[in-house]
């Protein structure tokens, strides 16, 4: 078990990586698919497009699950040893928010693409 959080850092990054990917792939998709259908079912567009923002939300949530996972990591490893410089704590709880701010910037980058399309679809 205790390996399994060892390897949290990367292993929230990855996941991370892969619902960035999922993200715009997802409603690049159903957007290209939409404009390029001669039926338009533009509700139906709407809803797989909103599906891409709910995914970026989920980024979200798993880089603040990664933070959390983080510090407690940290804290468990403050316990072991002790007394701990406050340089060296702040350094750890600088880390543990990386993935945060990438689980941060996926979802905005979500919404922005998720706001464009249905401006797009909308207009249409």
């Known amino acids: 078990m205790k390996e399994l959080f060892h390897m949290g850092g990367p292993l929230f990054m990855s996941i991370l990586s892969i619902l960035l990917i999922v993200v715009v792939v997802w409603i690049i998709y159903h957007f ?4 390029g259908s001669s039926a338009h079912n533009k509700e139906e567009a709407l809803r797989k497009i909103k599906y891409g923002r709910s995914i970026g939300l989920f980024a979200l949530i798993t880089g603040i699950l ?12 403050i316990e072991k040893i002790g007394d701990i410089s406050p340089p060296i704590m702040m350094g750890g709880i600088k880390v543990s ?5 990438y689980g941060i910037s996926i979802y905005l980058i ?7 399309t249905s401006i797009i679809i909308e207009k249409k």
């Open 32 to 35: 290209i698919k939409y404009a």
């Open 110 to 116: 979500s919404l922005l693409l998720w706001f464009v």
């Open 97 to 101: 928010m990386i993935p945060t701010l």
């Open 66 to 77: 990664g933070q959390l996972i983080g510090l407690f990591m940290a804290f468990a490893t």
